[in-house]
């Protein structure tokens, strides 16, 4: 029977993969740990641990787990690291390939909404702006969203991660490179703004974009309507419609008031799942239907 164990499993994420390991209809073997347990030999481990975990496991796990899915943002950007969602790019995991990185949930709603357009425009450039919800920053920020007095209660703070020396914050530019490694896009300018407000689960995320081809408002909403776990909507879909949902949602899309080669849209989705847990159990799947079957 092919094992597959969590580390990590007493986080908000650790419980949310557990949750969504359950809906796989292959068989395997579940097997949970927390972070400083002792790992056995596993067909497939998955880190819903920090980066500092997450970079000190890695190397101890290599010989003792065929394929290990990271959830931190330590590997992301590691060269031969595929950066994957398989909706997207499912082919850049082979045999070979023993440690797989799942992205960041922000970049997630970004480029779930960039990757039907890819074969018909050749997009530029990509702006958001993100409403990211309490729970993106675990059980600690939950905690004190709920403290009276939280700088978060009824309020948009913008700082989510820590700010670089370039100004810009951690959170925004993984934005930026992890939206290029995820497409192959290496030229693609990505403009971030990332926001922490007072909505407790499900991130959104008012985007532009700029392709070097006029668009197609009508075939624009067919593509997406035709990709997996996407699903655009004339009506207003907000963080409350999105939250426990398995689907990333757009609305609002419109075309530029001048320049026809640039449109605006309006993103929202569950950042526990499709941003995390729900992309960890893909992955997982594809790797139990290629590798174990």
Not at 21 to 37: A, C, H, M, V, Y
Not at 120 to 133: L, M, N, R
Not at 276 to 283: E, F, L, P
Request: glycine share 6%.
């Amino acid at each position: 029977m092919t094992t597959v164990g969590i580390i990590g499993i007493n986080g908000m994420v650790g419980q949310n993969v557990k949750t969504q390991l359950q809906k796989i209809k292959t068989p395997f073997e579940l097997k949970t740990f927390g972070r400083n347990d002792e790992i056995p030999t596993l067909d497939i481990a998955i880190l819903c641990t920090d980066n500092p975990v997450s970079a000190a496991l890695v190397p101890t796990l290599k010989n003792r787990v065929k394929f290990m899915i990271d959830m931190s943002s330590e590997f992301r950007l590691t060269s031969g690291v595929p950066l994957v969602i398989p909706e997207i790019n499912p082919q850049a995991i082979t045999s070979q390939t023993q440690l797989i990185a799942s992205p960041n949930c922000t970049t997630t709603g970004l480029v779930m909404s960039l990757a039907p357009l890819k074969p018909f425009y050749h997009i530029t450039e990509a702006f958001f702006c993100s409403y990211q919800a309490i729970s993106g920053g675990g059980k600690k920020l939950l905690e004190d969203f709920h403290t009276p007095g939280s700088l978060y209660e009824k309020n948009c703070v913008p700082l989510i991660g820590s700010i670089q020396a370039n100004g810009h914050t951690s959170e925004e530019l993984k934005g930026l490179y992890e939206t290029r490694k995820i497409m192959n896009w290496p030229h693609i300018k990505v403009y971030c703004h990332t926001v922490r407000v007072g909505v407790e689960n499900a991130h959104s995320l008012g985007v532009t974009i700029k392709a070097q081809e006029h668009f197609d408002i009508a075939h624009v909403k067919k593509l997406w309507n035709n990709f997996p776990n996407l699903i655009y909507s004339e009506n207003i879909i907000t963080p409350k419609e999105a939250s426990g949902k398995e689907d990333t949602f757009i609305c609002r899309l419109r075309a530029d008031a001048e320049e026809p080669n640039v449109i605006h849209y309006f993103v929202t989705f569950d950042n526990l799942l499709k941003g995390a847990a729900m992309n960890a159990r893909q992955i997982t799947e594809l790797l139990l239907e290629r590798f174990f079957l």
